[in-house]
Nanobody, 127 residues
Framework: QAQLVESGGGLVQAGGSLTLSCTAS????????MGWYRQAPGKERELVAC????????????YYEDSKKGRFNISRDNAKRLVYLQMNSLKPEDTAVYYC????????????????WGQGTQVTVSS
């Protein structure tokens, strides 16, 4: 059964760091671009970043500068079927439930491949 399981969230003070992990079943992970989404309270779920099976990274425009500053870094371990999102210098506005999914890229747009999302992992950043 295709499955996505996120972990690593928690309560952290502003300025702190967290590394989120996502494990996916082989049918979801193998050969696919994987991405991290987040859904803040009262907002739509949005893509943060994705990474191809070969390690090429893409950050959504609003998070690109964060990635250059080292605030967000997406990575993956293909052997273990894990994808990570390292988050540094966390801000209260990073508070959200974070999800992963396989991604389909189509003419500059990115879509989640699987309808059955995992439970997500809650990140809460206190000021």
């Amino acid at each position: 059964q295709a499955q996505l399981v996120e972990s690593g969230g928690g309560l952290v003070q502003a300025g702190g760091s967290l590394t989120l992990s996502c494990t996916a079943s082989r049918s979801i992970f193998s050969g696919n671009t994987m991405g991290w989404y987040r859904q803040a309270p009262g907002k739509e779920r949005e893509l943060v970043a994705c990474i191809t099976s070969g390690g090429l990274k893409y950050y959504v425009d609003k998070y690109y500068e964060d990635s250059k500053k080292g605030r967000f870094n997406i990575s993956r371990d293909n052997a273990k079927r894990l994808v990570y999102l390292q988050m540094n210098s966390l801000k209260p506005e990073d508070t959200a439930v974070y999800y992963c999914n396989a991604i389909k890229a189509d003419r500059g747009s990115y879509y989640p491949l699987f309808d059955d999302w995992g439970q997500g992992t809650q990140v809460t950043v206190s000021s």
